[in-house]
């Protein structure tokens, strides 16, 4: 008789039971030479489909927002060294996950606080969501942030955070250090000073790159693009103009995807990342892929059905649609709704899959 066995790390496969009791100390005997049998785990190390462990969920940041003004009460960004609340995904309590693959925590700065410069080979996107007058400098140049802008911090770029305003900062970190750590490839250290030095004028990097053009002889060794601010103003002056002369896509509306201008790759080499304008009463086609993707709203309101569940979301709210999970938005007014996934990396490793339903 067939039974299927069910161990600590949730693996599956299907054995017969009578059989089984008599290969007990074969396994013992193996167990003792590090060896296992495949037969007992094959169905759940090659699943049929995905089988994601996040779960759909949705951070209200009107709910979040006070514990993020509570944790600067109790802990310094010195002490802290990053003072983040993670988004920690039901579905992986404990494990400073917001995806299978993916990190995001919200970072806050009260106004004159700073956040030492430090460097690691995890690559990071911020994501404004709210605050004006900090900046984030990388590599020795400085840029300010704006609600809605999209910031970059190359794999080992020395970077340090500032709120020179008079209003408390916060924006989203998305890491892909599980990435990194899955590959054992992980490094970091603390810059050895209090401040890392400004080496290049603010908006040097958008001067030299940014405008479909490039310095003549300079060549880029790294995969992320050199562009490390797409300022929320041009992304929505862009998608804003597709949209008054093309037709929404069904499935997505009018998406866009941040661009390493150098190749036209994805602007990040392990994090995909894009905006989306759904105009107010447009209701996408079912959707799915194998990119487990974080949405922060920047405008607007709607309501995204995820597999069973239906998340009505507005400005700032955060949610999550898991991997191969359908999904289906409904924007009630104009909404931009920022994105950030793995796609890049299964796109490379020839992984990716998406289907309209
Ligand atoms: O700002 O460098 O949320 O190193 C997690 C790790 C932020 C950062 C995080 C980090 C940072």
Redesign the pocket.
Known sequence: MNMTIEQDDGLVATVDREAEAGRMDFYRRARGKNLAPLWRVLHGLVTEQPVPRCAPVLWRYSELRPYLMESCDLISTQEAE?R?MVLENPGLPGQSRVTQSLYG?L?VLLPGET?PP?R?AAS?LRFIIEGTDAYTAVAGEKTMMEPGDFII?PSMAW?D?GNDGAAPVVWL?G?DMHIVNTLAASFRENYPAPTHPIERPEGAAMAEVGSNLAPLGQTYASQTSPIFNYPYRRTREAISAMASFRKPDPCHGFKMRYLNPLTGGWAIPTISTTMQLLPHGFETRGYRSTDSTVFVVVEGEGVSKIGELEFHWGPKDIFVVPSWMPVQHLASQDAFLFGYSDRVVQEKLDLFREEAL
């Open positions: 990053r983040v925590g970072q956040a430090h690691h990071a911090t970077h955070h970190d890491l």
